[in-house]
């Protein structure tokens, strides 16, 4: 699935027009979703059925040559056999014939009870990519769906059933669905597709993993997990809270990771990202580090060294190393920067606008009186800002800690 996630994946079946066209056939995607696809096909047709197909197929075309429309007509016939009429080369080809795989997305229907509405979209990792076809965009892709569900409450799950989804948008009716009940899609992964749900089904389904998980089987644990992960992935907007999170989450070698990226990109608005996400870091060795870097106007230019000093100031476990880096390197700041007044204004403000003990209003104090000639107004206003911070934690950090803790208790 992360291979045919790209748009610049190919469909399983492909034309051989020469000898070199079939190293191009037969990779990951042929033998992977080839064997998904076929593992799906079982689970709709029935198992017992599809042995059965499979067993005719093996006959009729021992000793001879065969193609795919073969083997689906073939399964068409034992499925009739049994009672069932579904087109296996209308569905297949589909999957077959068409690059990539949908995300199926089920929302509850607000105003009618028991009624869901299932879409489908292609899934693309970036939906800024040009396709391979341009002339085939990402809506004109579409699926029959084998779609299994099942629904579920807090210590039970009901037996999966099938909804073939056809179009862009349907509606169904689901009898078992009550107010405190969740749904889950694609029963063990059998489908080759991912799944998303409304805000309430996922807060259910979490509330669920959180109480008791082993009501949802593993393999379904394990779909949830990819599918919400893979779902969740460039959006651009957010990468730098994901990017923060993770170095404030993980060890040095994620730390080390991302300064590596920053060193490699060319994207001036990526190194920006990774630049300040570095200053996300809980270990105040890294943070000391930073620091120390970001006068190396080699490794980090001068205009981006402000940020980092002002993002450290804000992070809690880095505001008073960037408080002291700020005073002992004050001269080669405000010789890089003090003619700048616009940015020297800018790096006063941001280290010290989280300053609030009556010590660092002192040292504030104190340090301007060493040092304020070129900046006047912006220390004036600094000091304004920390005696504020003081005044307030003075009032009502007591109260504000006393209300958490009682909220946290409930």
Same mark, same amino acid.
């Given at each position: 699935?992360?291979?045919?996630?790209?748009?610049?994946?190919?469909?399983?079946?492909?034309?051989?027009?020469?000898?070199t066209? #079939?190293d191009?056939?037969?990779?990951?995607?042929?033998?992977?979703?080839?064997?998904?696809?076929?593992?799906?096909?079982?689970?709709?047709?029935?198992?017992?059925?599809?042995?059965?197909?499979?067993?005719?197929?093996?006959?009729?075309?021992?000793?001879?040559?065969?193609?795919?429309?073969d083997?689906?007509?073939?399964?068409?016939?034992?499925?009739?056999?049994?009672?069932?009429s579904?087109? #296996?080369?209308?569905?297949?080809?589909?999957?077959t014939?068409?690059?990539?795989?949908p995300?199926?997305?089920?929302?509850?229907?607000?105003?009618?009870?028991?009624?869901?509405?299932?879409?489908?979209?292609?899934?693309?990792?970036?939906?800024?990519?040009?396709?391979?076809?341009?002339?085939?965009?990402?809506?004109?892709?579409?699926?029959?769906?084998?779609?299994?569900?099942?629904?579920?409450?807090?210590s039970?799950?009901?037996?999966?059933?099938?909804?073939?989804?056809?179009?862009?948008?349907?509606?169904?009716?689901?009898?078992?669905?009550?107010?405190?009940?969740?749904?889950?899609?694609?029963?063990?992964?059998?489908?080759?597709?991912r799944v998303?749900?409304d805000?309430?089904?996922?807060?259910?389904l979490?509330?669920?993993?959180?109480?008791?998980?082993?009501?949802i089987?593993v393999?379904?644990?394990?779909?949830?997990?990819?599918?919400?992960?893979?779902?969740?992935?460039?959006?651009?907007?957010?990468?730098? #809270?994901?990017?923060?999170?993770?170095v404030?989450?993980?060890?040095?070698d994620v730390?080390?990771?991302?300064?590596?990226?920053?060193?490699?990109?060319?994207?001036?608005?990526?190194?920006?990202?990774?630049?300040?996400?570095l200053?996300?870091?809980?270990?105040?060795?890294?943070?000391?580090?930073?620091?120390?870097?970001?006068?190396?106007?080699?490794v980090?230019?001068d205009?981006?060294?402000i940020?980092?000093?002002?993002h450290?100031?804000r992070?809690p476990?880095?505001?008073?190393?960037?408080?002291?880096?700020?005073?002992?390197?004050w001269? #080669?700041?405000?010789?890089?920067?003090?003619?700048a007044?616009?940015?020297?204004?800018?790096?006063?403000?941001?280290?010290?606008e989280?300053?609030?003990?009556e010590?660092?209003?002192?040292?504030?104090?104190?340090?301007?009186?060493?040092?304020?000639?070129?900046?006047?107004?912006?220390?004036?206003?600094?000091?304004?800002t920390?005696?504020?911070?003081?005044?307030?934690?003075?009032?009502?950090?007591?109260?504000?800690?006393?209300?958490?803790r009682?909220?946290?208790?409930?």
């Amino acid at each position: 699935m992360l291979l045919d996630g790209l748009t610049s994946s190919h469909p399983v079946s492909q034309e051989v027009q020469q000898a070199t066209d #079939i190293d191009r056939v037969f990779d990951w995607i042929a033998y992977k979703k080839g064997a998904a696809l076929i593992r799906m096909l079982a689970n709709f047709m029935g198992h017992s059925v599809f042995q059965m197909g499979l067993q005719d197929y093996l006959t009729i075309h021992k000793y001879g040559n065969a193609a795919r429309n073969d083997l689906w007509n073939t399964l068409s016939k034992a499925l009739k056999r049994v009672g069932k009429s579904v087109n #296996i080369q209308e569905v297949m080809d589909q999957w077959t014939l068409q690059m990539g795989y949908p995300v199926i997305t089920i929302l509850g229907n607000e105003t009618t009870d028991n009624v869901i509405v299932i879409s489908q979209e292609r899934f693309v990792y970036d939906s800024d990519a040009k396709p391979k076809d341009p002339a085939l965009g990402d809506n004109s892709y579409l699926w029959q769906i084998p779609l299994t569900i099942a629904v579920g409450n807090t210590s039970h799950i009901s037996s999966e059933a099938i909804i073939w989804v056809s179009n862009k948008s349907e509606h169904h009716r689901i009898p078992a669905l009550e107010e405190a009940s969740w749904l889950l899609g694609n029963i063990n992964q059998t489908g080759y597709f991912r799944v998303n749900y409304d805000i309430r089904n996922w807060r259910l389904l979490i509330n669920q993993l959180t109480r008791n998980h082993e009501v949802i089987s593993v393999s379904n644990r394990a779909g949830l997990i990819d599918d919400a992960f893979n779902l969740a992935r460039i959006p651009l907007n957010v990468r730098d #809270i994901v990017y923060c999170t993770g170095v404030s989450l993980m060890d040095e070698d994620v730390w080390e990771f991302i300064w590596m990226k920053f060193h490699s990109t060319t994207a001036v608005s990526e190194k920006k990202i990774l630049l300040e996400a570095l200053t996300c870091s809980d270990d105040r060795n890294l943070l000391n580090r930073l620091l120390n870097l970001s006068l190396n106007s080699e490794v980090v230019l001068d205009q981006d060294a402000i940020d980092v000093i002002i993002h450290v100031a804000r992070n809690p476990h880095g505001r008073d190393l960037a408080w002291k880096f700020f005073r002992e390197k004050w001269k #080669i700041l405000n010789a890089r920067y003090g003619e700048a007044l616009f940015m020297n204004s800018k790096l006063i403000s941001g280290v010290t606008e989280f300053l609030n003990t009556e010590e660092e209003l002192r040292e504030l104090k104190n340090f301007i009186k060493s040092y304020e000639e070129g900046a006047a107004a912006s220390f004036s206003r600094a000091v304004e800002t920390v005696e504020a911070n003081v005044r307030w934690q003075k009032l009502y950090k007591e109260e504000l800690f006393q209300w958490l803790r009682k909220s946290l208790t409930h």
